[in-house]
């Protein structure tokens, strides 16, 4: 048996295995469309822990793993002995006595990294403050969907140098991607990624969106606020005004791009009304595809122990 796999940030895998689980989403996609029962996961089952709110994830998630013949079990930190300080590395043996393979969401990367370190199944980050490796995946998809493929566009991220922001990094290094970001000053993803990806020459960092959409074929933003920094909601609003997705912006990019954004989208903040809804079909495909690549990760996690 091989030794179990994590799935704490994209490049946890090779690009290899980033090529093979989108090769199985696009599969598993198509099986559901063709109302195909596929249940491999039969008899396993996921925890799934929340410090943060969810959508698309949880729901992804529980009814992902529901498809795949297996079962979801919520646990939410207030209503657990994890919220009462029971440490973190004796609810990772305790749950891997249970469960196929853990899903968190939280804030500390360094509270995954060490959930992963002491459980003995597959342990996924469902966002922390530092990633959000599960949306890159679904992003990519999309891409390969709306565009054919992502090595051969142009990619421009603007806005706030977050989680989202730090695993696109990510998947411009594993991919060699054609990649421009653009943020305030102060608010720049982590400093050793951007570092390394300037590495792969085909990377460009910017203050000004204007340059960073410059003939981009996707243009892609997130919230100005992440979950955890609603205090700072005032001053970050202020600083971001000039990073909106608007028609303005837009008109600097190739003619047929396409917009996206993982949501939830905060309308007339980082993107207007107007192109938010004149790109619905590629951001709620965005969405949708949460759930294919998902389904695709957790069958490649877990069977792969089998
Ligand atoms: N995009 C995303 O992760 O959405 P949720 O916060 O709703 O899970
Ligand atoms: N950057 C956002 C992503 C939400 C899916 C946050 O962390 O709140």
Same mark, same amino acid.
């Given at each position: 048996?091989?030794?179990?796999?994590?799935?704490?940030?994209?490049?946890?895998?090779?690009?290899?295995?980033?090529?093979?689980?989108?090769?199985?989403?696009?599969?598993?996609?198509?099986?559901?469309k063709e109302g195909k029962p596929y249940k491999p996961l039969a008899d396993k089952s996921l925890a799934m822990i929340f410090e943060k709110a969810s959508t698309r994830t949880r729901a992804s998630f529980e009814?992902?793993?529901?498809?795949?013949?297996?079962?979801?079990?919520?646990?939410?930190?207030?209503?657990?002995?994890?919220?009462?300080?029971?440490?973190?590395?004796?609810?990772?043996?305790?749950?891997?006595?249970?469960?196929?393979?853990?899903?968190?969401?939280?804030?500390?990367?360094?509270?995954i990294e060490e959930l992963a370190l002491w459980s003995t199944v597959p342990l996924i980050n469902g966002l922390s403050d530092l990633y959000h490796p599960c949306q890159t995946l679904a992003d990519l998809l999309t891409i390969e969907e709306f565009k054919g493929a992502f090595e051969r566009?142009?990619?421009?991220?603007?806005?706030?140098?977050?989680?989202?922001?730090? %695993?696109?990094?990510?998947?411009?290094? /594993?991919?060699?991607?054609?990649?421009?970001? @653009?943020t305030?000053? *102060?608010?720049? $993803?982590?400093?050793a990624l951007l570092a390394e990806a300037r590495e792969n020459g085909r990377f460009t960092f910017t203050h000004d969106p204007f340059d960073a959409v410059k003939d981009a074929d996707v243009v892609y933003t997130d919230v100005w606020v992440s979950m955890g920094q609603e205090k700072e909601q005032e001053e970050r609003v202020r600083v971001f005004? %000039?990073?909106?997705?608007?028609?303005? /912006?837009m008109k600097n990019a190739r003619k047929? @791009?396409?917009?996206? *954004?993982?949501? $939830?989208?905060?309308?007339?903040?980082?993107?207007?009304?107007e192109i938010f809804e004149k790109h619905e079909k590629v951001i709620f495909a965005q969405a949708e595809n949460r759930l294919h690549c998902q389904k695709a990760l957790l069958e490649w996690l877990i069977l792969r122990q089998c």
């Open positions: 048996m091989d030794s179990k796999r994590d799935f704490t940030k994209l490049r946890d895998i090779s690009r290899e295995e980033g090529q093979y689980l989108l090769e199985r989403a696009h599969f598993l996609k198509r099986l559901r009814i992902g793993m529901w498809e795949l013949g297996g079962y979801a079990m919520f646990l939410n930190t207030t209503e657990t002995q994890i919220g009462r300080g029971e440490p973190v590395k004796d609810t990772a043996r305790v749950l891997s006595r249970y469960v196929d393979a853990i899903m968190i969401r939280t804030y500390a990367q360094s509270l566009i142009k990619i421009a991220y603007i806005g706030d140098g977050n989680n989202v922001a730090n %695993s696109w990094l990510e998947a411009s290094i /594993l991919f060699g991607l054609d990649f421009a970001i @653009a305030p000053e *102060h608010y720049e $993803p982590e400093t005004d %000039s990073y909106k997705i608007d028609e303005k /912006l047929d @791009a396409i917009v996206m *954004h993982c949501l $939830p989208a905060y309308r007339n903040k980082e993107i207007s009304d």
